[in-house]
């Protein structure tokens, strides 16, 4: 039997953990069933989980988004993607949040419906 080239050098076997050490700590488990779609790790840190309970807290004074701004949802895009020379950059929502957001996607806008209305207006 043949033996196949290595592209790399074996890696070394460690005995321990080199990064970090695990941090726990015991929840009630009434806190998980308090409708959340998903149990995050950042909301039950000690900042995050202090805002939290301050917004659980707080009983009147609540708008809904809408009341405030202009909200809006496009309908989804027929992507047809084609390459940076050919085609109009085009951000994923899951970008909104990135500090720089750069395209990672270039969208053929002639095949794009409502082209005019999904670019971000000044």
Do not use: C
Request: proline letters at 8%; glycine letters at 4%; a positive charge.
């Amino acid at each position: 039997m043949a033996v196949r080239a290595r592209l790399s050098a074996p890696r070394q076997v460690r005995e321990e953990w080199p990064f970090h050490s695990f941090k726990s700590a015991s929840l009630p488990a009434s806190m998980l069933f308090g409708g959340d779609r998903r149990m995050e790790a950042e909301s039950f840190l000690k900042s995050g989980y202090a805002l939290r309970k301050s917004i659980e807290a707080k009983a009147t004074g609540w708008l809904r988004f809408r009341d405030i701004a202009l909200v809006t949802a496009p309908p989804r895009i027929k992507q047809v993607l084609v390459s940076p020379e050919n085609g109009v950059p085009y951000l994923n929502t899951s970008q909104v949040f990135d500090p720089i957001p750069s395209p990672r996607k270039w969208l053929a806008i002639e095949k794009t419906n409502a082209a005019s209305e999904r670019f971000v207006k000044q």
